[in-house]
């Protein structure tokens, strides 16, 4: 049994102008000790899928589908007395601005402190000096001193090491990455993956990273999901993905990574622009910004279709192509005619 | 490949390519709009604030338009005539009801006016005096509004713009002033410049409109302007460092010029709304001072002396503090929901 | 406390020095403008207390002289001279007296404001877009928007004359409750509007966020993590909230013939006494000035993060 299971999630914001279907059916696993990454633009829906996870969703968010289990625990409809129990201790969270995300009126040290005090046994001493251990463990020189500055004290790579101290303390099954280095600098960025990729390995635990950089996930992403407007185009190990890519999304996104080759070259961004969730389409999401969309693509979604074993993609090409070497067999509803894909 | 084909219903015709007009067909944009239309159809959204203003409309153009036909005058004691003994039954009529005198003009034949609020101790129409008040409230309010504006936003841009010693120098007389009680100095300058231009003003034009007008201009002049300073400058300072400016430098544009063209019209948002919320709390200082008795010199009434008056007597005629209490809290209320309603359509930080 | 906010608190202090001493001047300048000059009563003033006001003042001499004297005479002994028109009493006794009525009014309508107001207010926040929430707004809206003449007008009509349960008359006892509801009416609202929208927008800031994430309890967040930050720009409202209460205490006690500093300000501009009008408005002007000063440190200690202008 898988650590965490996600099974056809749906979220969705009840707003004045109507209902915005963040989530729309995302399902996907993840192992003791993996990273996997989820991939996307904004608006795709990747954070909402992590805050559905978590039941942390703001103002107008709701749940409307699908569950999720955590070590065979349902999760959805669980209430809150049992979510309580999960955030910051079985499952913990770090978010992409540590500024705003740390409280600027509280010490550095009551924050930490908070969460251990909360969840595991310990008295004051106790949690004082694992605070104080988790400082170290993130790398946070003088870290006695530190427990009694301000946030706004901090460097901003500083804030975000002490914001994985926080989620960590109490030695979480998963750790969920927000876009943990977006708002950070390059080189910061670098330091604070390394870092993250080390505790992983130390103490064992799984990672889901939010990204919208493909550079992060091929750092250290076991596994990808790739989202696109609420749902998952394109799931698989990472090789896979990189070497393998099977939705024409994913291939775009690879597409527009300039590498070192492609010096004087022009660059190709995905265009248009994300769509409307107010107003979803039938069709595949993606297809008005799909060069290969077929007819197809605008009337109905793909289904999901394994490319193999670690693999999977929802895009009308693998069913075209499929067709073409007899992986695919097509039989149309009410087919009195004859197999039907003509290619044998 | 040994594995059992994957399975779909699809109609083959479908597997060829879409054409542009198909995928655009698909995204239903919704039409981009102007920074001003979007606020505006905000605005209209907003129900409590469009019915607000439609209040705040009605009244302005009441007071405008009504005493043009009105029978009465708000300074016409009626019953005392010059060379004939005072006739006091036009005095404390109550609403609707006519003085002696009256009821035989109507006996005679004669059409009389009714008196729609009653009259006043002198014997004035109280209706026309209310309105008039109205009229008197709402034009102090908003001229001082203009003159607040006009001298913060000069100040507020010199400030800015210039920066450095200028202002660091600017910047400690506002916070001087603005340290200032207000009220106080408000009621300090009132009482003195009440008796001292009385006799500066005489034969002018000005005098048509009161010594203590003038002086209550003079008053929001200089001590009002401040806060309207220190945002104008605020905004300054920050679009200051925008690209574009650094751009339109660079082609050598002048320090006027940028100003003008580039920086002011992005504050207008703020102007407009900070302005707006100025015009109810001029309306009520004025209203403030009327009511203490150092604001319009009588008998021009204003709303604020009116309900003075009416503490006088009031036991046996209330309403004569209720009225103008009424329109001066719909007043200042419609204004100020309505200032809500504009910073809440317009303000980009509140939006998304 | 570190050196940064001692400085801090060092060039606010020299500000708020600075500014009464602004305040006096301008006062005495403004005051002479008056013909005659303040210190020169009309007809009503007894040949002695004009005797007494030459004798201090000097009214002969220059006018910078003059107001070196009484500039000294203010700032070394508080002392404002003789009033011009209440026989015998220096202007300082009678600050002194009105004082005594008019602080007990102030501080309770301040002290009830500042309570009734938060909890109102994170009661809206918490409750929010609810009916609870809908009928505070309403009413604190129609509060903040009714000037406090026009609300003490109405009260006094309604209760002390229609119905006559609370007297009219506000001397004492039962006769300071509606003097000090229309007091307290104005800043009890614009608390409660002040904490909701506060509250409001600290419980959607990401620490919340961060907070909830860690598994903390609801009632927790909220006395916890959002009620102090709630509380911050409350505690900047003391300041003018005291200039209101100062100012809104010159036409309540007038409604409700309150004896109080309010009152004999408004008698004294009324009747010319100039000494007590300049008395009156530098005393007042200087509390007003501290509280301001105060409030200013208060801020800078609560809240960490502020840095220095």
Redesign the interface.
Known sequence: MALLEVNDLRTSFFTDAGEVKAVNGVSFQLERGKVLGIVGESGSGKSVTAYSI?Q?L?GTGKIVGGSVKLDGQELVGAG?KV???????KI??I?Q?PM???????TIGKQLM??IL??TGRNKKQAYDRAVEMLRLVNVNEPEKRMKQ?P?EFSGGMRQRV?IA?ALACEPDILIADEPTTALDVTIQAQILELMGQLQKELGMAIIMITHDLGVVAQICDEVIVMYAGSICEQGTADEIFYNPRHEYTKGLLRSIPTAHSAGQRLQPIT??P??LL?M?K?CPF??R?D????????RRA?R??INEDHAASC?MN??S??ED????????GAAEEG??GHD | ?N?K??????????????TEE?????????PSSTFFKDGVKRLVKNKVAFISFLVIVVITLSAIIIPMFWPYSYETQLGVVPGRPVDSSYNNLTPFSYGRTEEEMIANGEKVFPHVFGTDAAGRDYFIRVVYGTRVSLAVGFFASVIVLVIGMIYGSISGYCGGKVDIIMMRIVDIIYSLPDMLMVILLASVLRMTLTPVIEGTVLEGIGSNIISLFIVFAVLYWVSMARLIRGQILSLREQEYVLSAQATGARGGWIIRKHLIPNCISVIIISAALQIPSAIFTESYLSFLGLGVNAPMPSLGSLAADALNGLSSYPYRLVIPAAVISLIVLGLNLFGDGLRDAFDPKLNG | MDSKTLFYILKRLLLAVFTIWVVITVTFFVMHAVPGGPFVGEKATTPAVQAAMEAKYGLDKPLMVQYGTYLKDVVTKLDFGPSLKQRGRMVMDIIGDGMRTSAKLGVIAACSSVVVGVVLGAVAALRRNKIIDRVIMVLTTAFVSMPSFIMGSLLLALFAIKLGILPANGSTGKGLILPIITLALYPTAYITRLTRSSMLDVL????I??????????PRIIFG?AL??SLIPVLTYFGPMLAYIVTGSLVVEQIFAVPGIGRAFVQSIINRDYPLVMGTTIILAALIIIMNLITDILYKVV???ITLE
């Open positions: 978590l942390i703001a809150e979510m309580k129990t999960v955030r910051g201790n913990s969270i978010f601005d705003t995300s740390l409280n600027p009126t509280y908070e969460a909360l969840h301000y706004f914001m926080m248009g622009t769509i409307d107003n389409p069709g297809a008005p799909c290969a969309a077929m007819k197809v693509c605008i009337h289904d279709m394994q009308w069913v075209k499929g067709l007899g992986t695919v067999v097509n039989q149309p509803a039907g894909d | 490949m594995k084909p994957f399975s779909v219903q699809v109609d083959l015709d479908q597997f060829i390519p879409a198909e995928k655009a067909y698909l995204v239903q944009m919704r | 959607g800031q990401d620490y966020r961060t907070a909830r994430a860690k598994g903390v309890s609801g993590h102090k930050n809240d960490p993060r």
